[in-house]
């Protein structure tokens, strides 16, 4: 059975940081892009990062840029998403999700999800 199962979300103070983690089975993770997507009570979902399948390459959308980093450990199964800077507005249920596509687009898994919630 293919699976993503993310861990590390939790309550941080604003300018706080935390490192999410997604680790995937069932499924041959060296040939998937990994992206991170999130998505905040009464807003639509947003890709944030996505990261191809060898980790050489990388993107992130604007609202993150220079605050969050992803990478991926292709010998653990494992992408990460490290958050620094953190902001109210990052409040959001975090999800990892594996494509065919080097842009992340369409993703074949997906995991439940982790809450990120940013407050003082």
């Known amino acids: 059975q293919s699976r993503l199962v993310e861990s590390g979300g939790g309550l941080v103070q604003p300018g706080g940081s935390l490192t999410l983690s997604c680790v995937a089975s069932?499924?041959?993770?060296?040939?998937?892009?990994i992206g991170w997507f999130r998505q905040a009570p009464g807003k639509e979902r947003e890709g944030i990062s996505c990261?191809?399948?060898?980790?050489?390459?990388?993107n992130y959308a604007d609202s993150v840029k220079g605050r969050f980093t992803i990478s991926r450990d292709n010998a653990k199964n494992t992408v990460y998403l490290q958050m620094n800077s953190l902001k109210p507005e990052d409040t959001a249920v975090y999800y990892c999700a594996a494509s065919l596509s080097r842009l992340c687009e369409s993703p074949t898994y997906w995991g439940r999800g982790t809450q990120v919630r940013v407050s003082s």
């Open positions: 069932g499924f041959t993770f060296g040939s998937y892009a």
């Open positions: 990261i191809g399948s060898s980790g050489r390459n990388s």
